[in-house]
């Protein structure tokens, strides 16, 4: 998937177009959980190391954490393809509970497919308390190949056409546990392993309702030229309209929103939801942009 990658990967690189650090606080700064996209891994100096530095010079003294899923980079870049969503959700629960510094709530930033995972921490795993969750260009459609195509990519996507809803393809691909097919709703809801389970779609589960709606903001950005995440208005929680596969609908015109299956209506009433977008590609902004609309939610 290597066109797809580097927009991962190399769009975080834009973070650093000048810019000083504007931002000071005290000891009583809010942690920060960050996880990353496909393709990218915690520690990336170009993007991931990048933004937790970035943030760590805006706010003095802020206590961030990067995840990394397995024991290494490399280990933690494949995990983003082919480790099980729901034992990556799991284990990372786990190390939030563990660390100490936490225990007084934290906010969390997600990209990409790392901002829909963090929304099922914050569903399924309710101590240590979330405060905000900021889902920067979050995806839950279907990858493209932008620019030249990849064998991987070109894998994926058949795998994901073909066969999203089989146990092995399940079971092995990440991108498939997040893949809800508009022309297949029986399959998807039978068989998704993850996104059907956290988008409520089998089943209400007031404890994920509950959850969902004790965070104080859930801030989702939509990136306007986005040429990896199809169908972009996911970013903001809408979907394809069912029976087809070319006009979609917003979060507020569907039946997740009008049922309130998640909460996110009544969230929405009491103003805990915000909608931002940025010009450019997936994952493409300035430090300028960044400090000036996400920065005042890490406070």
Same mark, same amino acid.
């Given at each position: ?169 399940? #079971? ?99 103003? #805990? ?27």
């Amino acid at each position: 998937m290597t066109a797809a990658l580097l927009c991962f990967l190399l769009a975080a690189p834009l973070l650093l177009v000048a810019g000083s650090p504007v931002h000071k606080s005290n000891n009583g700064t809010v942690p920060l959980v960050l996880w990353h996209g496909m393709g990218d891994s915690c520690c990336n100096p170009l993007s991931m190391g990048a933004i937790k530095k970035m943030i760590e010079e805006e706010i003095s003294g802020i206590y961030v954490i990067s995840l990394m899923i397995g024991k290494n980079v490399v280990q933690d870049t494949e995990n983003g393809f082919f480790m099980d969503v729901n034992e990556q959700v799991s284990m990372v629960c786990s190390q939030l509970a563990q660390d100490p510094k936490l225990k007084g709530g934290y906010n969390a930033m997600g990209f990409s497919q790392g901002g829909q995972f963090l929304r099922a921490v914050a569903q399924r795993c309710p101590s240590p308390p979330m405060k905000n969750l900021i889902s920067v260009g979050g995806v839950y459609g279907l990858p493209k190949c932008p620019g030249e195509s990849s064998h991987v990519c070109d894998m994926i996507r058949k795998a994901l056409n073909s066969g999203a809803y089989t146990d092995l393809v399940q #079971k092995h691909l990440v991108q498939a546990q997040y893949w809800h097919d508009p022309l297949n709703e029986d399959l998807y809801k039978t068989h998704s392993l993850f996104l059907a389970d956290i988008n409520q779609e089998k089943a209400v589960n007031e404890t994920y309702r509950k959850n969902l709606q004790s965070l104080e903001k859930f801030v989702m950005v939509k990136f306007l030229q986005d040429s990896v995440v199809d169908p972009v208005d996911t970013e903001w929680f809408g979907f394809l309209k069912t029976g087809q596969a070319k006009e979609t609908e917003t979060l507020q015109e569907s039946v997740l929103y009008k049922e309130d299956r998640l909460g996110l209506a009544a969230m929405d009433k009491v103003g #805990k939801l915000a909608f931002l977008s940025s010009e450019g590609d997936h994952l493409q902004f300035t430090r300028e942009w960044f400090t000036e609309n996400l920065l005042p939610y890490l406070h």
